[in-house]
């Protein structure tokens, strides 16, 4: 019986010696991809499909950035217009008593509200030609793609 067991033990032995393998953890750990093993991956993929590809991501982008023209449109629309709401508010108003203290105020607070309406259309055009940059940037990007079409 106990050559049955040494046996048995040595067949174990020589078996995983001949088709184990000795560094396996269990569990297996994924594995990680470095950039440049996504790299090579990239190179190895057909270029059709690395230009269907690119231009997926490029479109998904200028969508991206007109969402975004949009958000600003509407962020400063609504600015706008409720300084409007407020100056035509104020220019309704009037007080008969103490006309010439008011008068000064609604002056004041007048010259105010379009100082903050030029401030408002002078942010909104400058966020507006930085997404027209990056907008450019993509579609620079696009060029060389025969995906690509005029948007």
């Not at 995983?16 to 594995?31: E, K, T």
């Not at 607070?109 to 909104?124: A, D, F, G, H, T």
């Amino acid at each position: 019986m106990d050559n049955k067991i040494v046996n048995l033990f040595a067949f174990i032995i020589i078996f995983l010696m001949l088709f184990g393998n000795c560094d396996a953890q269990w569990p297996p750990l994924p594995p990680t991809i470095s950039p440049s093993d996504a790299e090579i991956g990239r190179k190895l993929t057909p270029k059709k499909t690395r230009d269907i590809l690119d231009f997926s991501i490029l479109d998904q982008q200028l969508k991206q950035i007109e969402e975004q023209e949009k958000n600003v449109n509407a962020k400063y629309d609504r600015q706008r217009d409720s300084l409007y709401k407020e100056i035509q508010d104020l220019e309704r108003r009037y007080s008969p008593t103490n006309y010439f203290k008011y008068e000064k105020n609604k002056q004041s607070r007048l010259k105010q509200l379009y100082s903050n309406l030029q401030v408002i259309e002078e942010k909104r055009t400058q966020e507006l030609e930085k997404l027209e940059k990056r907008r450019q940037e993509v579609l620079k990007k696009a060029e060389g793609n025969p995906y690509y079409k005029k948007f």
